[in-house]
């Protein structure tokens, strides 16, 4: 089940008892991974707690569920419709609402990198494989000065701790965890910590972990997915 957001609502029906209702949907079928429209028949009845209906893809002839929960009645201004949802879950990537606030990704950074997860969507893996190499070159534009713009992305990788403390951002994240321990374990009423705090403190060790544990996980499955292929050598010195 996955929450769609309003703006995939693209048509509303407004019944005599004064419940809105999402008629028509553009979003992605969960069974063909096509963006779609749906056009939802919901049945007479409405309990405004729950409401369900199932919707044909027109692309595959599935029937996905529709379901919409905590329906608001129409009263004024009020046009808010309740929270839809499409059941099953499309198995797709959403974007990372992150990215759109590095203030030092240009336009054309959060373009290429939305463009990679679009195509990775609708399963064009050689063209997420491009954009991928892509996203990472224009981070190195980013990161490194105009005299290293030249130089192969290999070499601009390998020199890239002469321009980016890249070990700066772990010690600090370490220290903050470590300074946020130290508010509770010393007794200070002026100075105790809030769920904020530790909130932050949780996904922070969280973020450690991954950085310190999982991350070279992954890495490694990625380098030895890349080694099974066959000629992955060629292909690296092919294109360095
Ligand atoms: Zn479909």
């Known amino acids: ?27 992605v079928c969960p069974y063909c991974l096509k963006q779609v429209n749906f056009s939802i028949k919901w049945p007479n009845y409405i309990d405004t707690e729950v409401a369900y209906a199932r919707s044909r893809c027109s692309g595959c002839g599935e029937n996905p569920k529709f379901m919409l929960f905590d329906l608001p009645m129409r009263d004024g201004n009020d046009d808010e419709i309740g929270d839809l949802y499409i059941s099953p879950a499309p198995d797709i990537k ?89 508010l509770g374990a010393h007794f200070d009423l002026e100075k105790e910590p809030d769920k904020l705090t530790a909130t932050l403190m949780l996904e922070l060790l969280d973020d450690l972990i991954d950085y310190l544990f999982i991350l070279p996980q992954r890495i490694n499955e990625l380098r030895q997915q890349i080694e099974k292929m066959p000629n992955s050598e060629q292909a690296d010195s092919h294109l360095a």
């Open 94 to 182: 959403d974007v990372n609402k992150d990215i759109s606030r590095i203030e030092e990704f240009s336009v054309g950074l959060k373009k290429a990198y939305s463009s990679a997860i679009n195509v990775f969507n609708i399963g064009e893996w050689t063209a997420t494989t491009v954009l991928c190499r892509r996203l990472l070159e224009g981070i190195m534009k980013k990161l490194l000065p105009d005299e290293e713009q030249n130089k192969s992305l290999a070499k601009q990788l390998e020199i890239l701790p002469k321009y980016v403390e890249l070990q700066k951002p772990i010690i600090l994240l370490g220290d903050a965890i470590r300074k946020g321990g130290n």
């Open 1 to 27: 089940m996955k929450k769609l957001a309003d703006s995939s609502i693209v048509e509303i029906e407004e019944r005599s008892e004064g419940i809105v209702l999402p008629v028509s949907v553009d979003t």
